[in-house]
């Protein structure tokens, strides 16, 4: 049984890291996946009983992360509607390259922090569309948006989903991650947005004809600040939640979608139907990328099954005695997470590794998110927001990997190596 397992989920593995060659869906690798490693798993043990607990305490972990994701996409989404990032995106003035560069790398990083990576990237994306007529430049800036996201999400417990997953797990906590992996994230963005700068210093912003792409369907400015602000005080305000109400964090953002979407209705309860429409959150939840969820809610069950089989602890024991150092050990994880994706290599990594062991804080949890965060920025499809990049400004594999994977991979062994000094200073 433990051999048939094993090769099923390498295959659905290898079927998701191969989505575009292959052109299958990572979600429908990865619900297969589950399903077949389930029912292999149910057939072998033969004890009803045990199988039905154990998948509704996997389940349950799982609906905690879909649920939150699902709510923190729907309230940008509203946001985005309500046209709330004009609020940054009006503030950004200047006329050279080098200058918005790190403009926009800043501004990335933080915003990811609140946000999240992938929406980030999408929304600075987009941004840089409105303000940059030249390809090339836009091409250079996506691959700075990309490291900047990545870094940005790796410090926060709800920007990243791989961090998402480690604060919902209880392997971090919201103010000791922040702590500890803010420094070393921000010089991996820092060191290779020098680069990129002073490779563009002295070039003028070369600024597109604007268009209005709204066709007549806009917010006032009233709606847009009370959106934007209601929106992200949301975001910011569940760690708190969960932390005075002991409440898992997926609770917190539906009390809060709960209320935004009670204070949209109000403020546009008097428009017409087919205007109100466009700002309602049945809209908002009709745009968010259910594939992602879908693809988390199968990936989860996958590595719940080789959790229950103990099959990730004999892992974890193979690499400590092979390897021996858990800081190389999680260096390797966070170089692998640029080939294949980070959410299955940081959900086996929770179940090779136990709590009791590597209690809540522990140095292995938090450089975990740190490497698991920024190392997907060192191929262009090792993250959601890569991939959002590639589809959003036509990036090529192998420009991308001749022009950013380098600045990545110097970035990350950079602030890798600020996080181990941080480390053994404090300890």
């Given amino acids: 049984m433990l051999a ?3 090769v099923i989920f390498v295959v659905a593995y290898a079927a998701i890291a191969l ?14 996946g589950a399903g077949l490693l389930w029912t ?54 200047t006329s050279k ?17 609140i946000l999240d990576n992938l929406t980030t990237t999408i929304v600075m994306i987009s941004l840089m569309r409105k303000l940059l007529a030249k390809q090339e430049d836009r091409l250079f800036f996506a691959g700075i948006i990309v490291i900047a996201a990545n870094s940005g999400g790796a410090w926060s417990p709800i920007g990243d989903v791989t961090t998402t997953m480690l604060w919902i797990g209880g392997q971090i906590t919201s103010l000791a991650i922040i702590k500890a992996v803010l420094l070393p994230s921000l010089v991996s963005m820092i060191v290779p947005l020098a680069i990129t700068a002073y490779t563009l210093r002295g070039r003028d912003v070369v600024s597109p004809e604007r268009v209005d792409s709204n066709h007549g369907l806009r917010s006032t400015e009233f709606e847009r600040n009370l959106i934007f ?46 205007f109100k429409q466009h700002f309602t959150l049945v809209h908002a939840l009709s745009k968010i990328d259910m594939s992602s969820l879908v693809f988390f809610v199968g990936i989860l ?71 698991a965060g920024t190392g997907g920025s060192i191929l262009i499809i090792g993250s959601a927001a890569g991939v959002a990049a590639m589809g959003l400004e036509k990036i090529h594999f192998f420009w991308y990997v001749r022009k950013i994977s380098g600045l990545a991979l110097v970035g990350y062994f950079a602030g890798a190596g600020i996080y181990l000094i941080q480390h053994q200073l404090m300890s």
């Fill in 4 to 6: 048939a397992l094993v």
């Fill in 19 to 32: 989505e575009h060659p292959l052109k299958v869906n990572k979600s429908a690798s990865a619900l297969m």
């Fill in 40 to 93: 292999i798993y149910a057939l072998s043990l033969g004890d009803p009983h045990t199988v039905s607990e154990q998948l509704g305490e996997s389940l349950m972990g799982t609906a905690q992360i879909v649920f939150f994701l699902m709510g923190a996409m729907t309230i940008v989404e509203v946001v985005d509607a309500h046209n709330g990032f004009e609020v940054i995106t009006q503030r950004i003035r």
């Fill in 97 to 113: 390259l080098s200058s918005l560069m790190w403009l926009v790398g800043f501004v990335t990083f933080f915003l990811s922090a």
């Fill in 229 to 274: 602000f209601l929106g992200l005080g949301i975001l910011v305000a569940v760690p708190a939640f969960k932390t005075v109400t002991h409440l898992p964090p997926f609770m917190g953002i539906l009390f809060g979608l709960g209320i935004l979407w009670l204070v949209g209705d109000l403020i546009h309860r008097r428009k017409e139907d087919e």
């Fill in 301 to 371: 069950l996958s590595v719940a099954t080789l959790e229950h089989t103990h099959i990730l602890t004999s892992l974890a024991q193979w690499l400590d005695q092979t390897v021996g150092r858990q800081d190389i050990i999680v260096l390797i994880i966070g170089i692998a997470s640029a080939i294949v994706d980070n959410v299955p290599l940081v959900a086996a990594s929770m179940g090779m590794y136990s709590l009791t062991d590597f209690p809540t804080d522990h140095f292995l949890w938090e450089f975990l998110a740190y490497c």
